[in-house]
């Protein structure tokens, strides 16, 4: 399977690119990859920012939004499933939320995941947004994959969810900060190695808010092993990737079947 990561980067300048601009760019840099790629991801909130925590209101959109619209007519262009990253999605009867799109190649939305774990702990997406209650697989022609969003990265029970419900491949669309770089790669590591899946990571370039983003897109396989990763600037990370090295690394060590905590509780049976 062949994977293309964007590494997109949002400038601070508000003058030199407006959301729309970026979003036209995005849609152009989806479409350079037909037939290059099978799955294109994106990174997080990428018409603002993960950090720009002012415009999140301001260009919050619906759902079925223009980027929605863009998207979706970029991966029926490119032929690509596409996990569109996130936008700051407006509900109309609830709170913001960061919510991850995922296309199929034919333009039709496969699946949508408002992020659980908001980061900011008292200020920024913590207070702005809502927290999703969902956890979130995709069936792909030759995985399944399940999909989150930037700080999920730090709570392996969200991954070991997305086993249990069948993920072969994690994919994280993530604005993450440069100055924790070092522990964006060693959880991206953790989760495949812990998860025996890959883990597809696409974060985002430049500077959202004053906050420099940490780049480096990471592509890990079920043995933690690094199979590509990019640098600092925006750039589009190539990986091939074989799916079926998830179903022969977790039998040849299947150290998932030796789990004793967290799983689910069987069902009583009432006389």
Not at 141 to 152: I, M
Not at 206 to 234: F, R
């Amino acid at each position: 399977m062949r994977a293309s990561l964007i590494q997109v980067a949002v400038n601070d300048d508000k003058t030199a690119e407006t959301v729309n601009a970026r979003r036209d760019r995005v849609s152009s840099l989806v479409r350079e990859e037909a037939g290059a790629a099978d799955l294109v991801v994106l990174p997080e909130l990428w018409t603002t920012g993960a950090f720009a925590y002012e415009l999140f209101s301001t260009e919050a959109e619906p759902l079925e939004g223009p980027t929605y619209e863009a998207m979706a007519k970029a991966a029926r262009d490119a032929g690509v499933w596409l996990h569109a990253g996130s936008i700051p999605e407006r509900d109309p009867e609830g709170p913001l939320y960061n919510t991850s799109l995922v296309f199929s190649p034919d333009g039709e939305l496969a699946a949508a995941y408002r992020k659980i774990h908001r980061f900011g702990f008292d200020k920024g997406e913590a207070v702005l947004m809502g927290a999703g209650e969902e956890l979130v697989t995709v069936r792909l022609p030759e995985t399944v994959a399940g999909v989150t969003t930037c700080y999920d990265l730090r709570f392996p029970e969200l991954y070991r969810g997305l086993v249990d419900r069948g993920a072969q491949t994690l994919l994280v669309s993530a604005g993450w900060p440069e100055r924790r770089r070092s522990h964006w790669t060693l959880l991206a590591q953790a989760r495949a190695v812990e998860n025996q899946a890959f883990v597809l990571a696409c974060g985002s370039a430049g500077t959202h808010a004053g906050v420099p983003q940490a780049g480096h897109s990471i592509v890990v396989d079920p043995w933690g092993e690094v199979l590509g990763e990019a640098g600092a600037g925006e750039e589009v990370l190539r990986v091939e990737f074989d799916p079926a090295k998830v179903d022969r690394t977790r039998n040849q060590f299947p150290a998932l079947k030796d789990r004793q905590l967290g799983l689910p509780t069987p069902a009583r049976r009432l006389s």
